[in-house]
């Protein structure tokens, strides 16, 4: 086990390269169906996934469109003019013996992305380029023999490469997370990370802190969640450095996670770009795009997550808060909607609400999401103490469950507080004149402060929770 203070010598730098599956009905360059999800194995191809002779692929436009979101999410230019090549690939889950890809003139052009950190600051990782390109289909081993399925052939990715500018595991973590987020909001892909909707190579290299180049870099493919990600950097920093410490040598190579073990292990030599032996593909022509179709296109594309992030500035919340809140694009839109319509207040509370009581996985599927009406009706009930905090919890579940009219509910389930003075007075001062309360008396009479949250708790007991504890405290102080 290499110590800390060793550790503590070398920088890792990690560069990402993410493959994000587009959002289409049907495959790159054929009219297959694009959801392979859970289907029997190849029966969702068509002719030219086979690679048989005579078929000619034809472009996904929509592919192409959704490239061009892609773009505007990463802050990045978009090529006028691009053009397909074809990498030549010798796998049995790519029958044309090739990939169509785009390795000379891609879609996507230089960008950028702020990944926000747990502390609230953030790194910008600056984007080389994303290509579009096919995916292959899928091999399953068994003793003696594989099965190849070509559901997955064929079907439309962008592979966003990123720059080496990230230093931490957990950098590379909020990396992935902001990557997530961004394509998901963009509408560019459905973000199912089990079903491989997005999957992370990372490409990890330790040095020296100070040293003026880079060491050798291990690939860590197909991770498909942020947790891997950051583990399978830290474990790779580590071994690496304990590898060159030990005398030894890093090698170029392709590595795989064991998620059990938390652990990477060796699967191939790396190959270089001129290993695959890339020329123009003839039977695709170059995407050529105007100004106008690019602007048109991004015009479609939602609010993004620097702009939640900007308006929900103004809520006055913890980091942790919004990013729960970003977890999901409903949660998102919902917390800004009632920003937008109730001020600051309301915002606060249903942020809180939404951060503290639903789940911030981020899977794909539909969430039920309350009305904006019943939340504002709700953060008005908690803002103008109608109700205590436990009521409007149990009132913003009960929402979320699909219930309707909050006030109603709280009627119902006799969750209202009562805020008439005279009604809370008297119980205020048949508490006063307990006996049990006289040393409570006695001890705030003498300075002890602590002792009127005792006076509240008898108040709230007596009135079955339901008088207002505010100003409970409010016409204690006064008497006494």
Request: aromatic letters at 6%; glycine letters at 6%; proline letters at 5%.
């Amino acid at each position: 086990m290499i110590s800390q203070e060793i550790l503590d010598t070398y920088e890792m730098t990690i560069g990402i390269e993410c493959h994000v599956q587009l959002a289409t009905k049907t495959k790159l360059f054929s009219a297959a169906d694009n959801d392979a999800r859970d289907a029997e194995p190849n029966s969702k191809v068509a002719p030219i996934d086979f690679g048989l002779p005579g078929m000619l692929p034809v472009l996904n436009r929509e592919a192409v469109n959704l490239a061009i979101k892609a773009g505007k999410a990463l802050n990045a230019d978009i090529a006028r003019v691009s053009r397909f090549d074809r990498k030549h690939y010798f796998y049995p889950d790519l029958p044309k013996g090739y990939q169509t890809s785009q390795m000379y003139h891609p879609i996507i052009l230089e960008g950028f992305i702020d990944a926000p950190l747990e502390d609230g600051s953030s790194v910008r990782v600056r984007v080389h380029h994303a290509h579009m390109e096919e995916d292959a289909g899928k091999l399953t081993h068994f003793s003696g023999y594989s099965l190849v399925d070509l559901n997955r052939a064929g079907t439309p990715l962008i592979e966003i490469v990123s720059e080496p500018d990230i230093h931490s595991a957990a950098a590379a973590r909020a990396y992935a997370t902001e990557l997530y987020r961004l394509m998901t909001y963009a509408g560019v892909t459905h973000g199912d990370l089990y079903h491989g909707n997005m999957r992370f190579d990372v490409n990890i290299s330790v040095a020296k802190k100070g040293a003026t180049e880079l060491g050798k870099r291990a690939e860590v493919k197909n991770l498909n969640s942020f947790r891997s990600v950051e583990r399978a950097a830290e474990f790779e920093f580590k071994r690496q450095v304990e590898l060159i410490e030990n005398g030894g040598q890093v090698v170029q190579e392709t590595r795989g996670w064991n998620d059990d073990k938390q652990v990477t292990t060796s699967q191939r030599s790396k190959e270089d770009a001129q290993d695959y032996r890339y020329m123009p593909d003839a039977d695709i022509p170059p995407i050529v795009l105007t100004d106008e179709e690019i602007e048109q296109i991004q015009a479609q594309v939602p609010k993004l997550p620097p702009q939640y992030r900007e308006e929900f500035s103004a809520l006055g919340v913890d980091s942790s808060v919004i990013g729960k809140i970003m977890s999901r694009q409903e949660y998102a839109e919902i917390a800004s909607e009632v920003l937008a319509r109730g001020g600051a207040p309301a915002g606060k509370r249903v942020a809180n609400w939404i951060a503290s009581n639903l789940s911030p996985e981020e899977t794909e599927g539909d969430v039920k999401m309350p009305s904006i009406q019943d939340l504002l009706t709700l953060a008005e009930m908690a803002e103008k103490n109608e109700i205590n905090s436990n009521a409007a919890v149990e009132l913003f579940n009960a929402l979320v469950d699909g219930a309707t009219n909050p006030r109603k509910i709280a009627e119902d389930k006799n969750l209202l507080q009562v805020s008439d003075e005279g009604a809370v007075a008297a119980i205020v001062d048949e508490v006063l004149a307990d006996p049990a309360s006289q040393k409570a008396v006695e001890d705030i009479k003498a300075g002890n402060d602590k002792a009127v949250g005792f006076l509240v708790g008898q108040i709230m007991k007596k009135s079955q929770g339901k008088a207002n504890p505010a100003m409970a405290q409010k016409l204690i102080r006064e008497r006494l």
